[in-house]
């Protein structure tokens, strides 16, 4: 009945939407970028001129004016996203979806990022607190003035949204927190595989990265069940794929053309329509000070992007920023911990729901943090009497100044300036990157960095005993031992979520580095040439070469001898490019390995690894064929393998009775696997293949992505080059049932260069709207496929390429 009933209101959605977009209310809904209006709270006149991209230039004669003007072109252009992700982020999904809701909000009231917001936001500097406030008002007065329709997704969903507030920022802050963290799934993924393998097997998975040291993997046997590891990893979801970062780089002018620095960005994250990114400039007509980036529709400030005087981009370097623990009650009330029992703090949520009664949510908290193990039905019978799970993350303590640094960060015109942001930056750490029109260039890697103490052996790998203090968090790493360095001597700084500290340094980051295949090639491709241009960066930016595949190949070709499609890839150089039948019969063939060689031992828990391991990948083909004449691994992509009889002991399939199978049988097996798929799906001629025709990027709508006919209204897609070792991303499904679809990209691309800085590009995957019936929904969608960008100069108060200017007056 449950199933009919969605069916039903499925049906009733799309009838809906069709009525409404044949009364012409849908179109009616667009809003108005040219006119006068008087509104309520500004200080003085706000201009917010577009131009052709319909980029807002907001001008105004104060800081809180242009927030206020910012908040108004936001909600003009993504209400609808700014409203579902606030509502994602306080828990409030079932108001509007009804009983499919409660899973997220109970997930989400369970963290509590609304209350962390709260609480952040009243000790924030009253001038920070004024920003957000004119921010809301301005965001409030479209929702007030606006006479027109809603846009078109309120209007299938039935529902108004409600004023914006101050503290509704900080939540949405809380949930770009949350995309960029994620070690606690790779706590539970190590655990769930301990149920099946060997600590070492385990390390061979996730195995330490070159120069690192860690003690071996302890097992914690007993401490939790698999069906409740299983339940763990179901609520906090998968881990985020390779691929999933950043790129950023800087040089000084000792590597450019015209003596003067360049500085490039771009963050890789799921995509979807409209994009999280919104461009925008910001003129000061005061002081005459612009700045110019990508904001999150929310936010009041420039995240990425340039002033007149500097330039920065940001990177994640995936810190260990999150810990499981778990917790031993005693008693209906209380936990253990090292000082004896210890009372829950408790507090009472009610859920509304669309069509049915109230939800009641008792939420408890330990020490550490919330109860996480509550949100999962029957929790309590799959982890067994007397333990539940929480979660420590820094992003739900109570102080959080990163308003405060993005103010500051945006008004900053030295490197002085630009260290006192990052000071104030409390969320997931980031590889903050800097150039100036002095010449300079810098880095900075700012965060709450959790230190542990050094007999700890689990070190954030594992689910932790919450009842000893031997696992509990000893502070935090000293601002001043933060990562830094400013104007290095090699004049070139870049980062791709690789690591970033030598091997000496003293402090513990996190071992959930990225493998260094991008951050590799990029460092290889600016030391090469001292003259460097815009252009030359706007290539690296399309760089679609696998130096992972360049890494494997010649070890999978080894093992396979004569065979027609080895035979192809032979003279490939490694480009992802969409129009190659290389790239599909690698990524086909190496999948197809990779899972013989780890699906018999992991079972069950192989549909949650299928990332592919390409240490593990090449370390076996390696130690089987070592003596034989094969490419040395001395170029600067290859990566150290592993242990030989570890790697060895991979490759025969524990399923089988009387064989030994070894790596090299299972590359010539897979192989073969591989062109029986790919004929089955796209014929018997290898040279009618493209990797384009299966790797399709999709950028979906949340939540109409998912349905039918809405998702071809509400979404954007086509072919994509790349994949998830280039330095142009790109997503790659491990599914068996749609294999190869990619979801993440590059979600911005900036280039700043500091010998004219009004010659910048800038660049998003969708446009600057999120209605689909406007010209901006998608318009710079062909210009990121093609990996160009345009210019969105300062040099004047309004854009040259005007397409409109709406005044803002103050209410008489």
């Not at 979806?97 to 009243?122: K, N, P, V």
């Not at 031997?470 to 979520?497: C, H, M, V």
């Not at 076996?620 to 790697?647: C, F, I, K, M, N």
Request: hydrophobic share 40%.
């Amino acid at each position: 009945m449950a199933l009919i009933g969605r069916i039903f209101l499925f049906i009733l959605f799309l009838a809906v939407g069709a009525a409404l977009m044949g009364l012409g209310l849908v179109r009616g809904s667009l809003p108005d970028y040219s006119g006068t209006i008087e509104v309520a709270g500004p200080l003085a006149p706000i201009v917010i001129a577009r131009d052709s991209h319909a980029v807002p230039h907001v001008s105004a004669a104060s800081e809180a004016d242009l927030a206020f003007g910012l908040g108004y072109a936001h909600a003009q252009d993504r209400l609808f996203q700014m409203d579902i992700n606030r509502r994602i982020g306080r828990g409030r999904m079932a108001e509007i979806l009804g009983t499919q809701g409660l899973g997220i909000d109970r997930y989400f009231r369970t963290l509590g990022f609304a209350h962390a917001a709260e609480s952040a936001f009243a000790a924030l500097p009253g001038e920070t607190q004024a920003l957000l406030q004119a921010y809301a008002a301005g965001a409030n007065a479209f929702m007030r003035n606006n006479r027109g329709p809603l846009p078109p997704e309120f209007l299938i969903l039935g529902y108004r949204p409600e004023f914006w507030s101050p503290v509704d920022t900080l939540v949405w802050q809380k949930m770009m927190w949350f995309d960029l963290s994620g070690n606690a799934r790779h706590e539970v993924a190590r655990a769930q595989l301990l149920t099946k393998l060997t600590p070492a097997q385990v390390t061979s998975l996730y195995p330490t990265y070159e120069g690192d040291s860690e003690p071996p993997l302890p097992t914690l046997a007993g401490l939790m069940e698999p069906e409740a590891l299983n339940q763990l990893a179901a609520l906090l979801g998968p881990e985020k794929p390779p691929g999933y970062g950043s790129n950023n780089w800087v040089v000084s002018g000792a590597h450019t053309k015209s003596g003067k620095p360049l500085l490039a960005n771009d963050p890789h994250l799921g995509l979807t329509t409209p994009s999280i990114w919104y461009l925008a400039r910001l003129h000061n007509t005061a002081t005459g000070e612009n700045v110019v980036g990508v904001t999150f529709p929310g936010t009041p400030a420039i995240i990425l992007g340039r002033n007149d005087h500097i330039a920065w981009g940001f990177t994640n370097t995936f810190p260990d920023s999150q810990d499981l623990f778990v917790e031993k009650l005693v008693g209906e009330t209380h936990y253990l911990t090292p000082d004896g029992p210890k009372p829950f703090d408790m507090r009472e949520e009610v859920i509304h729901v669309r069509g049915g009664a109230p939800v009641h949510l008792t939420v408890r908290s330990t020490r550490h943090g919330p109860v996480v193990s509550d949100v999962q039905p029957g929790a309590a019978e799959i982890l067994g009497d007397g333990h539940v799970v929480a979660l420590q993350w820094t992003a739900l303590e109570a102080q959080d100044e990163a308003p405060v640094a993005l103010r500051v960060l945006n008004t900053a015109k030295t490197f002085d300036a630009f260290l006192e942001a990052g000071k104030h930056y409390f969320g997931p750490q980031q590889n903050m990157i800097y150039a100036d029109t002095a010449g300079n260039i810098g880095y900075f890697a700012p965060a709450k960095v959790p230190v542990r103490r050094p007999d700890n052996r689990v070190m954030g790998r594992l689910p932790s005993p919450g009842w000893e203090a031997l696992y509990d968090w000893q502070g935090y790493i000293p601002i001043e031992d933060l990562p830094l360095r400013f104007n290095p001597k090699s004049g070139i700084i870049a980062t791709a979520n690789e690591k970033i500290v030598d091997d000496d340094y003293p402090h513990f980051l996190t071992r959930d580095w990225s493998l260094p295949y991008r951050g590799n090639r990029i460092r290889a491709v600016l030391s090469a040439s001292d003259q460097h241009d815009i252009d030359s960066f706007a290539a690296l930016h399309a760089d679609i070469v696998s130096d992972m595949a360049r890494d494997l190949l010649p070890w999978m070709l080894a093992a396979v001898g004569d065979h027609p499609l080895a035979e192809r890839l032979k003279g490939w150089d490694g480009a992802m490019d969409k129009d190659l039948a290389e790239p599909l019969i690698f990524q086909t063939w190496v999948r197809a390995y990779y899972k013989r060689l780890v699906a018999d031992e992991l079972d069950e828990l192989f549909d949650g690894q299928r990332r592919l391991r390409p240490q593990l990948i090449k370390s076996g083909l390696y130690w089987e064929q070592a003596g034989d004449t094969l490419p040395a691994d001395d170029t600067y992509y290859a990566l150290p393998v592993l242990d030989r009889s570890l790697s060895l002991l991979w490759c025969d399939d524990v399923t089988t009775v009387g064989t030994v199978e070894t790596c090299l049988m299972l590359a010539r097996e897979a192989l073969d696997e591989a062109e029986a798929i790919l004929t089955a799906r796209y014929g018997s001629d290898a040279n009618a293949w493209r990797w384009g025709t299966a790797h399709q990027l999709t950028q979906g709508h949340r939540p109409f992505g998912q349905l039918p006919y809405l998702r071809d209204i509400f979404s954007l897609s086509g072919e994509q080059s790349g994949g998830r070792y280039t330095i142009n991303v790109a997503g790659n499904s491990t599914s068996d049932a749609s294999p190869h679809l990619s979801s993440f990209g590059a979600s911005y691309r900036g280039i700043f260069d500091f010998s004219d800085l009004n010659r910048s590009r800038f660049v998003q995957p969708t446009g600057q709207s999120g209605h689909p019936l406007s010209p901006y929904f998608g318009d710079q969608f062909p210009l990121w496929q093609k990996t160009e960008g345009f210019e969105i100069p300062t040099d004047t108060p309004l854009p040259r390429d005007l397409i409109g200017v709406l005044e803002l007056r103050p209410a008489r």
